[in-house]
């Protein structure tokens, strides 16, 4: 096995490496558009609990349209709901920028393009991953799930580090702008697609795949997750890991007053796990030989939340333990290897996920990893939040890494076939 980032689809697809492309360059954007809501409503209210409101704002719709979208996804023409899905999210990337440029004060609409932001994408992820299996060889897809989390840390990277640029040289008008002009590669990306139907099907495997959209095609692809109990799994410890130990909603008191320097150490500090994630993902190309696949997440998890806990710890010995400048850097190791710890994780919970799920389910049950993946952190965003202004921000990072660490401990109990499942024999 090479031991580096291994690139084959992008060298062997010209379909793939178009998307690719396409979406790494617009997830630059959504990067950037999220750090800068972040920064813009904290700006408006001095408040970490109404930068949390932003996570909850963006749960609903998530866990709506997820679970929607994923029925859409499955009855429709992939490269055509991926295509709307994004026009309405390119919409609202320019209405983020003309609420800025109108001088707007209203922190409720905000929260409300976050809402219709956060539905375009429920509906626009399950789209694209669902697509992969079916231009991609099977044995090119735990490849493809690596290189999609390379390419994320590094949209997560470039794009909080721009925000902060953005943000002190020209405004939050011009953060946005340039996210609404990025934007437009994921839609280039698409429309070069062939069309992608559904795949005829027989019946089983939690219903059939002609079922309109609904609630009935909901819940077929629900019943089939409640029969596979490692892939439910690999929900329930991310959903622990993203809803007890999610640092984000923290950076901008972070930045503003704890180690200080404002929206460049808040673009650094959201950074920071991407540069994790790009460091781990280089030397990614051992992880298909893992073999104990359900083993490394849980491990992966808890190199999250003991990460957290020492940003933490940076956080109340910034000013008092620690120089600020000092405090920052123990703070930027930590999330770092925080972001490492969750991209190796993400593999593997994918890798189970598409190895498990037949076409005619995977939008179903890729909607309702979105709801997981992205739904989580903002409900952690907005517990978080609440807690910070109980017990103050350094605190909060420090008790929910623990607790998240205890939850995988528990998990691993609970669930030993979980710990047990076998990459050269998988059992759903």
Do not use: K
């Not at 940003?311 to 120089?323: P, R, S």
């Not at 770092?336 to 190895?355: E, K």
């Amino acid at each position: 096995m090479p031991l580096l980032l291994d690139l084959e689809p992008l060298r062997s697809n010209a379909d793939y490496r178009r998307l690719y492309a396409g979406f790494t360059l617009s997830n630059v954007g959504s990067q950037l558009a999220t750090v800068a809501i972040g920064l813009q409503v904290y700006d408006l209210t001095r408040s970490t609990a109404s930068v949390g409101i932003v996570g909850l704002c963006a749960l609903v719709p998530l866990v709506v349209m997820g679970l929607y979208g994923g029925t859409l996804v499955d009855h429709f023409d992939r490269r055509t709901v991926g295509l709307v899905a994004q026009s309405a999210a390119f919409v609202v990337s320019v209405a983020c920028a003309l609420q800025a440029w109108l001088g707007n004060t209203q922190v409720w609409v905000l929260y409300a393009l976050v809402a219709a932001w956060n539905a375009a994408f429920a509906v626009t992820s399950p789209a694209r991953t669902s697509i992969y299996p079916r231009i991609l060889r099977r044995e090119q897809l735990p490849a493809a799930n690596a290189l999609s989390v390379f390419a994320m840390n590094a949209s997560m990277t470039v794009g909080p580090l721009l925000a902060g640029v953005l943000v002190d040289w020209g405004g939050f008008r011009t953060a946005y702008t340039v996210d609404a002009v990025i934007t437009t590669a994921a839609l280039w990306g698409l429309a070069r697609l062939p069309s992608l139907p559904p795949e005829s099907t027989g019946e089983g495997d939690g219903g059939s795949a002609r079922r309109a959209p609904g609630i009935r095609s909901v819940l077929d692809g629900l019943s089939f997750l409640g029969t596979r109990p490692n892939v439910r799994m690999t929900f329930i410890a991310d959903i622990c890991a993203m809803v007890l130990a999610q640092p984000r909603v923290l950076f901008p008191a972070a930045g503003a007053v704890i180690f200080g320097g404002g929206a460049t150490t808040v673009g650094a500090l959201s950074a920071a796990a991407a540069v994790g994630g790009i460091g781990a993902m280089f030397f990614s190309g051992r992880l298909g030989s893992v073999i104990h696949q359900g083993r490394a997440i849980l491990i992966s998890i808890v190199g999250w939340g003991a990460a957290i806990s020492g940003l933490g710890a940076a956080m109340l010995a910034a000013g008092e333990v620690l120089t600020r400048e000092h405090a920052l850097w123990v703070g930027l190791v930590a999330v770092a290897i925080a972001g490492g710890s969750d991209s190796v994780s993400a593999v593997f919970r994918t890798t189970i996920l598409q190895s498990a799920t037949p076409d005619h389910l995977r939008g179903r049950l890729q909607g309702v990893f979105i709801v997981v993946v992205a739904g989580g952190p903002r409900l952690g965003e907005l517990l978080g939040g609440f807690v910070a202004e109980t017990i103050g921000e350094g605190m909060t990072a420090v008790v929910g890494g623990f607790a998240c660490v205890a939850a995988m401990v528990v998990l691993a109990r609970l669930q030993r076939g979980f710990l047990g499942y076998d990459a050269r024999n998988p059992t759903p």
